[in-house]
């Protein structure tokens, strides 16, 4: 089967930028991650990683292009294929490429066809937009949280007799 995916570029501008690719079932995640290098025109020297995504793009597991932790127990793209992540249960992906740069792709599988005989897979489909010289800029904000007070613990700090901490200390 052919797993057609849209890989959109996840900027702050009013112009959607996004490539429309084909890709085979059973290849990897470093294939995956070789075409949508190619489509947006990067030289893919950079270290990438794909994390396993829900329906609020909400990022979860890492699957990386290389092994950079002491562990055994990172998943690496070439050992990834696509259908052990990707099916119509488990539709999306976030992708980040170049981590000084933080490029961030959404990535959904759109279809499911079988293979067109004479075609060559991976396929660059549909292209729209233009990439920018430079990534767009990420904004990390922390989720507001109105319940929290910091100072709001229950103790009051005039009182030093009984603020234990010979109880409490580390």
């Given amino acids: ?11 702050d501008t009013d112009e959607d930028i996004f490539r429309d ?14 075409i949508i290098t190619q489509s947006f025109g990067f030289d893919g020297t950079e270290m990438a990683s794909f994390y396993i995504s829900n329906d609020h ?53 759109a279809e499911i066809v079988e293979e067109t005989e004479g075609h060559d897979y991976p396929n660059l489909m ?3 937009g233009q990439v920018p010289d430079t990534a767009p ?3 990390f904000e922390a989720d ?15 009182d030093y007799d009984n603020l234990d901490f010979e109880e409490n200390w580390n």
């Avoid at 259908?83 to 976030?94: F, G, M, N, P, R």
């Fill in 21 to 34: 690719l084909e890709i085979r079932e059973t290849d990897t995640l470093e294939d995956l991650h070789n």
């Fill in 57 to 109: 793009w909400e990022q979860g597991e890492e699957i990386s292009l290389f092994d950079l932790s002491d562990e055994d127990s990172t998943r690496l793209m070439n050992e990834t294929s696509l259908d052990s992540v990707v099916h119509e249960a488990q539709t999306k992906l976030i992708y980040v490429y170049d981590f000084f740069c933080m490029w961030t792709f959404f990535v959904e599988l």
């Fill in 1 to 11: 089967m052919i797993y057609r995916f849209r890989v959109i570029l996840d900027n």
């Fill in 137 to 139: 800029q990420k904004l």
């Fill in 126 to 128: 549909f292209v729209k």
């Fill in 144 to 158: 507001e949280d109105d319940d929290f007070d910091e100072f709001e613990d229950g103790l009051d700090i005039d």
